[in-house]
């Protein structure tokens, strides 16, 4: 079955760093778009970052993260990376990873289960 999986989120101090890891299974990894998004309590979930597929050659970031997260890929690993440095309170919310196929005559997409960031001092 499709999974995917978050982990290293936690508590970090504002300025802090920590990189989060979304482990897929079920699916071609590496023909997959995939994001993160994240969900702060009582809005709505936005999306972060983007990063193609087949190795990831382009990526994209919502302004509020630019210049301090960074989205990579590992095919072989079936693993997507969000890389958060220069951490603040506002990055605080549950963290998803999420996998998007676009091809003629289909359309596919998974979610995983999301991990919490806490930044606080």
Do not use: H
Not at 43 to 59: D, M, N
Not at 65 to 89: E, H
């Amino acid at each position: 079955q499709v999974q995917l999986v978050e982990s290293g989120g936690g508590l970090v101090q504002p300025g802090g760093s920590l990189r989060l890891s979304c482990a897929a299974s079920g699916f071609t990894f590496s023909v997959y778009t995939m994001m993160w998004y994240r969900q702060a309590p009582g809005k709505e979930r936005e999306l972060v970052a983007g990063i193609s597929s087949f190795g990831g050659s382009s990526t994209n970031y919502a302004d509020s993260v630019k210049g301090r997260f960074t989205i990579s890929r590992d095919d072989a690993k079936n693993t997507l990376y969000l890389q958060m440095n220069s951490l603040k309170p506002d990055d605080t919310a549950v963290y998803y990873c999420k996998a998007v196929l676009l091809t003629i005559g289909t359309t596919k997409s998974y979610w995983g289960q999301g991990t919490q960031v806490t930044v606080s001092s």
